[in-house]
């Protein structure tokens, strides 16, 4: 029981350290980056999406090297990508440094998932999964407050930030050696097999996430960007909406508990609901400002809660290969992300804020019509 408290207060972290502190402050501290560096948008969105890019490259990393490396090798070398990307971007002086950097703590995340999910499996018994996964997934909500709470203390020093989040992916990434056991696990050991990728449902699940990626990088890359411009927040306020967002991500880790209880299709559906509701949200910011915490707000639990539905149902449908379960939704929502980012920065400039906003809501709704259906899924994401 120690062990699996250890194994997921390490991965939580981990997940807090590449996808809240990696991958996601970019978006809340790309104001003071572009001011600093001189990045017009859309060199500030290819930017963004080098991580997304990235976080593919590293997914499949670990898909083909399951076998070969241990989960505990696969996360240790996730903790390292982190924190030696971040240290990267503390010494970027123009894009392409920066861009280099970002890409290399965007990679982390791609690591991070596939061998969590492999170590929980190994871990804890089949109808406990689900509630440990939504709690490590979570993760992401604390990373985005450590981040929040560092940018409003020093507020316009992106440099210093980045140096604390490498020092504290360092620490993380000891903590990780320890946390997680050397063996390579059978589940991730086997064979890949295309087969696989033939289950009733999948294709489905993969198209919805690759939508909610898409729709969701109107608020991770460019949320800070429209608060600033539109609604002239302060950097001590996109702080405290990055905050916002964070905490209330962090009711994700309930995710594993509700799905029981409303099922995990619905709960899907209510949040990929909300995620195009805050991103409409974000294009009346100028009208009320107060909104923008709200968009924020709703945008950060809904997330956190759709990622975790896609996990519960990607596993639910590779009961045999968990890594794979959670990968390749998650490879495909980033693939979503990594064309959303530049996307957007283009359909920003070219249309202007609200049209923008309002297609990548359309997304997110068209996401919820895609996902996959049916008491197959639902049966096996039960238990």
């Known amino acids: 029981m120690k062990r699996g408290v250890n194994l997921v207060g390490a991965a939580f972290a981990l997940t807090a350290l590449s996808y809240g502190l990696a991958r996601f402050a970019y978006g809340l501290l790309l104001p003071q980056i572009r001011e600093d560096l001189a990045l017009d948008v859309s060199t500030a969105g290819w930017i963004g999406g080098s991580a997304f890019a990235a976080y593919c490259v590293g997914i499949l990393f670990a898909f083909v090297s399951s076998g070969a490396l241990s989960p505990r090798a696969l996360a240790l070398m996730a903790g390292l990508s982190a924190t030696l990307g971040m240290g990267l971007v503390v010494c970027a002086s123009s894009a392409l440094p920066l861009g280099l ?4 703590a965007g990679l982390s995340t791609g690591l991070t998932s596939p061998p969590l999910a492999s170590a929980v499996s ?11 996964n939504a709690v490590i997934n979570a993760g992401t909500g604390a990373g985005i407050v450590l981040s929040g709470l560092a940018a409003l203390v ?19 990434s000891v903590w990780l050696w320890f946390a997680i056991s050397p063996r390579r ?43 600033r411009s539109e609604a002239g927040f ?16 962090l009711g994700g880790a309930c995710t594993g508990t509700l799905t029981q209880r409303v099922g995990t299709g619905n709960l899907l559906t209510a949040a990929l609901v ?19 915490f709200a968009a924020m707000g709703v945008f950060g639990a809904t997330y956190i809660v759709a990622t975790s539905g896609y996990l519960i149902k990607g596993i639910a449908l590779l009961p045999d290969r968990p890594d794979l379960g ?36 359309l997304a997110a709704c068209l996401a919820i019509v895609v ?13």
């Open 122 to 132: 190994a871990q804890f018994s089949a109808d406990a999964r689900p509630k440990a």
């Open 185 to 227: 696990h059978s589940e991730a050991a086997g064979v890949f097999s295309f087969s696989r990728l033939r289950r009733p449902g999948l294709l489905a699940l993969c198209c919805s996430a690759f939508l909610m990626g898409l729709a969701s990088t109107a608020v991770w890359t460019f949320g800070a960007d429209i608060l």
């Open 326 to 361: 959670i990968g390749l939704p998650f490879l495909v929502l980033a693939l979503g992300q990594t064309v959303g980012t530049p996307l957007f920065g283009a359909l920003l400039e070219a249309t202007g804020v609200v049209s923008a906003l309002a297609t990548f809501a």
């Open 274 to 292: 909300g995620i195009a509701m805050a991103t409409l949200g974000l294009a009346i910011v100028a009208n009320a400002p107060l909104g923008g």
């Open 371 to 383: 996902q996959p259906r049916g008491r197959a899924v639902h049966s096996s994401a039960s238990g």
């Open 101 to 104: 950097g970002i890409a290399l």
């Open 234 to 249: 302060s950097p001590a306020y996109i702080a405290a909406a990055w905050i916002v967002l964070g905490s209330a991500g």
């Open 154 to 172: 020093a507020a316009g020093a992106w440099r210093e930030l980045y140096a604390l989040f490498a020092l504290v992916g360092a620490g993380i």
